[in-house]
């Protein structure tokens, strides 16, 4: 259904790793940098990760992302509370020619 | 500080019209690509419609290729996004985003509900 392949749910206790895969093709991922937004309950997404790897001012550096041929990955190092949001990647797609996204993964601090 | 305040959003029944507007601050509009984001139960997030700094360049969803137009006037700060003939899954919370990133900033959004 989405073009971009997200698990829809993670979960870890505080303190722990979570890593979040977006999966996608040589249209999208494979040829382009991707983004990571967070959408905490009841507002808007906020920008997390942009161009793959880099943090927007503001954001901790327990955010990181990378990215590997036609898939990427959002990892959050010591989950704090906080954390519990909704997760999404974004590319652009050379074939449809605009920004997809991915379905989403809700993370939950156990 | 950057906003972006969308506004138009309504009640409106299926082949009806709808104008959403974006009035956007505390950064230099003209300098910057805008997006309309559009978030569903059903369909998740969806790129509906981006325009250009000088509104050269537009770029739509392919569902909604000749009903929607998105249009800007940098004089006035602000982002439009005409809707004709408006189906049932148009209905959706209607996001304002910056780019230089992609989805830079995000305003509050705005609900369209399409129903008889």
């Known amino acids: 259904q989405y073009v971009l392949t997200q698990p829809p749910s993670a979960s870890a206790t505080p303190g722990q790793r979570v890593p979040i895969s977006c999966s996608g093709s040589?249209?999208?991922?494979?040829?382009?940098?991707v983004n990571w937004y967070q959408q905490l309950p009841g507002t808007a997404p906020k920008l997390l990760i942009y161009d793959s790897d880099q943090r927007p001012s503001g954001v901790p550096d327990r955010f990181s992302g990378s990215k590997s041929g036609a898939s990427a990955s959002l990892a959050i190092s010591g989950l704090q509370s906080e954390d519990e949001a909704d997760y999404y990647c974004a590319a652009w797609d050379d074939s449809l020619h605009n920004w997809v996204f991915g379905g989403g993964t809700r993370v939950t601090v156990l | 500080e950057v906003q972006l305040v969308e506004s138009g959003g309504g009640l409106v029944q299926p082949g009806g019209s709808l104008r959403l507007s974006c009035a956007a601050s505390?950064?230099?509009?003209?300098?910057?690509?805008v997006t309309w984001v559009r978030q569903s139960p059903g369909k998740g997030l969806e790129c509906v419609a981006s325009?250009?700094?000088?509104?050269?360049?537009?770029q739509y969803l392919d569902s909604v290729k000749g009903r929607f137009t998105v249009s800007r006037d940098n004089a006035r700060n602000s982002l439009y996004l005409q809707m004709s003939s408006l189906r049932a899954e148009d209905s959706a919370l209607y996001y304002c985003t910056r780019g230089h990133p992609f989805g830079s900033y995000w305003g509050q959004g705005t609900l369209v509900t399409v129903s008889s």
């Open positions: 325009i250009n700094q000088d509104g050269s360049e537009k």
């Open positions: 040589s249209s999208n991922i494979g040829s382009y940098i």
């Open positions: 505390g950064f230099t509009f003209s300098n910057y690509w």
